[in-house]
């Protein structure tokens, strides 16, 4: 597991929604203030970006996979991630990814919303992500 120094989550989100959007290839085309103070990349590091900006190397692969799946199926996923900072420190977020759909009903896009996560879901999530990653070697 990767060390680095958590930063305090009540900064980061301050009572703050993060909230971005995706093209179906999974691209940032918009991303709010929040996001920026959270990860701490500008605009144009982020805009045109994939989410591996801030994919933190803890975070199992399986969790995306199933998030991808979920949301190309054109149903929701919520859980938790832990997000890298430019800086190298780390956040959690409870995020919600919705897939956005145009008037014939097909997926245009993805919006992502996330909140602080809570410090009990993130010590449990901590030791199952820990499980999940000694599993994918």
Same mark, same amino acid.
């Given at each position: 597991?990767?060390?680095?120094?958590?930063?305090?989550?009540?900064?980061? +989100? !301050?009572?703050?929604?993060?909230?971005?959007?995706?093209? /179906?290839?999974?691209?940032?085309?918009? !991303? #709010?203030?929040?996001?920026?103070?959270?990860? %701490?990349? !500008?605009?144009?590091?982020?805009?045109?970006?994939?989410?591996?900006?801030?994919? +933190?190397?803890?975070?199992?692969?399986?969790?995306?996979?199933?998030? *991808? +799946?979920?949301? #190309?199926?054109?149903?929701? *996923?919520? %859980?938790?991630?832990?997000?890298?900072?430019?800086? %190298?420190?780390?956040? *959690?977020?409870?995020?919600?990814? /919705?897939?956005?759909?145009?008037?014939? %009903?097909?997926?245009?896009?993805?919006?992502?919303?996330?909140?602080? !996560?809570?410090?009990?879901?993130?010590?449990?999530?901590?030791?199952?992500?820990?499980?999940?990653?000694?599993?994918?070697?």
């Amino acid at each position: 597991m990767t060390k680095v120094t958590p930063i305090n989550e009540e900064y980061v +989100h !301050a009572g703050k929604a993060i909230i971005s959007q995706t093209d /179906l290839s999974g691209k940032i085309i918009y !991303a #709010n203030s929040a996001f920026y103070e959270a990860s %701490g990349y !500008a605009n144009e590091q982020v805009i045109g970006s994939t989410y591996d900006i801030i994919r +933190h190397p803890d975070m199992p692969k399986i969790i995306f996979e199933k998030l *991808w +799946h979920s949301i #190309n199926d054109g149903q929701a *996923w919520t %859980g938790l991630v832990k997000n890298l900072r430019s800086d %190298g420190r780390y956040y *959690w977020d409870d995020l919600s990814v /919705l897939p956005v759909k145009n008037d014939d %009903g097909e997926i245009v896009s993805f919006i992502s919303v996330s909140r602080q !996560a809570s410090k009990k879901n993130i010590q449990e999530n901590e030791v199952l992500y820990q499980k999940m990653l000694s599993s994918e070697v």
